[in-house]
């Protein structure tokens, strides 16, 4: 059963629009939602995060959007450079100390110059 | 330097022998990880470990067994392997409780 759903495998943007990736979820239970960036032959590699508790956190040009009731996440990236090209792996965390994590499948970004 | 060294990078190996990937971590962190990336993209937990102590251990075969000497190294050893077992297998690390984790790069475990 997946409790975190990236629907979108693929999606292609060109330079300096806005990306948006999307996620969705089942689980209520969780502490944290993060975003994870993978490079081809490189371990994921930590974007951005948000709490339970708050439905948006900004970093530069990363903005993670949170939609409890609709069980719902979106990452915005504005505006994108082709160095974002990559997968974008969505994460659940939960459980506390023990920091249990749920990847979502991922979705392939690619930023066309 | 690398933050988190995972050796080696690929891994080619008959049906049925033992193999082991190594992993050690500079970063002082508590915590260790390992995580299975199968064929279908699925990055699932595997074990986790605090200090030394095994705090995660979720459905993985009597086959997969983690050794932590001390807590900047967390070794995944894997006996009789199968078929099945053919993935890309992630250590990582992080603060204990920190929803930060810090991956290497990957073994890529190929069993004929």
């Known amino acids: 059963d997946q409790q975190v759903k990236q629907n979108s495998p693929s999606l292609s943007v060109q330079e300096g629009r806005i990306s948006i990736l999307n996620c969705d979820y089942t689980n209520s239970m969780f502490d944290y939602f993060l975003w994870y960036k993978k490079y081809p032959a490189e371990g994921p590699t930590f974007l951005i995060s948000?709490?339970?508790?708050?439905d948006k956190n900004e970093d530069g040009r990363f903005t993670v959007f949170l939609n409890k009731s609709a069980k719902h996440l979106s990452l915005h990236i504005v505006p994108s450079q082709p160095g974002d090209s990559a997968v974008y792996f969505c994460?659940?965390?939960?459980?506390?100390?023990?920091?249990?994590?749920?990847f979502g499948t991922g979705t392939l970004l690619a930023v066309q110059p | 330097d690398t933050a988190v060294s995972q050796t080696p990078k690929y891994l080619v190996t008959q049906m049925g022998n033992d193999k082991s990937i190594k992993c050690e971590q500079n970063l002082g962190h508590d915590t260790m990880y390992w995580y299975k990336q199968d064929s279908k993209k699925f990055l699932k937990i595997m074990f986790s470990y605090n200090n030394k102590e095994l705090i995660i251990n979720e459905t993985v075969p009597n086959r997969f067994s983690p050794k932590s000497p001390d807590k900047a190294h967390l070794n995944l050893h894997i006996n009789s392997l199968e078929l099945g077992d053919s993935a890309v297998y992630f250590c990582?690390?992080?603060?204990?409780?920190?929803?930060?984790?810090?991956f290497g790069s990957g073994t890529q475990l190929s069993v004929l």
């Open positions: 990582a690390s992080s603060q204990r409780g920190a929803e930060k984790l810090f």
């Open positions: 994460v659940l965390v939960y459980g506390g100390a023990t920091n249990k994590l749920i």
């Open positions: 948000i709490s339970s508790i708050k």
